[in-house]
């Protein structure tokens, strides 16, 4: 009963106290930190907006986001409706 519950919420709190501290560890612990405009930095955004700009090309997701004003059409955006179940 209630010992379970205090017990998970004992061990919940601890493990966020671990999450808090190997994080803090991880950043006191890196002899170099990169800064938001060093060049290393830029270059990791800079592919990353490259691979998702192939993605949404070679994926067509430009034209999946198109609705073809039906019911059940394939877009990413509409509304997916189905009028054949409980009456």
């Given at each position: 009963?209630?010992?379970?519950?205090?017990?998970?919420?004992?061990?919940?709190?601890?493990?966020?106290?671990?999450?808090?501290?190997?994080?803090?560890?991880?950043?006191?612990?890196?002899p170099?930190?990169?800064?938001?405009?060093?060049?290393?930095?830029?270059?990791?955004?800079?592919?990353?907006?490259?691979?998702v700009?192939?993605?949404?090309?070679?994926?067509?997701?430009?034209?999946?986001?198109?609705?073809?004003?039906?019911?059940?059409?394939g877009g990413l955006?509409?509304?997916q409706?189905?009028?054949?179940?409980?009456?």
């Amino acid at each position: 009963g209630v010992s379970f519950v205090s017990l998970v919420l004992v061990i919940v709190y601890l493990g966020g106290m671990l999450v808090v501290f190997v994080y803090s560890v991880s950043l006191a612990a890196d002899p170099y930190p990169e800064a938001w405009g060093s060049w290393g930095v830029v270059g990791y955004g800079l592919g990353i907006g490259l691979v998702v700009m192939v993605g949404l090309v070679i994926g067509g997701v430009l034209g999946l986001l198109v609705d073809e004003g039906m019911v059940n059409s394939g877009g990413l955006l509409s509304v997916q409706s189905d009028f054949s179940g409980v009456a």
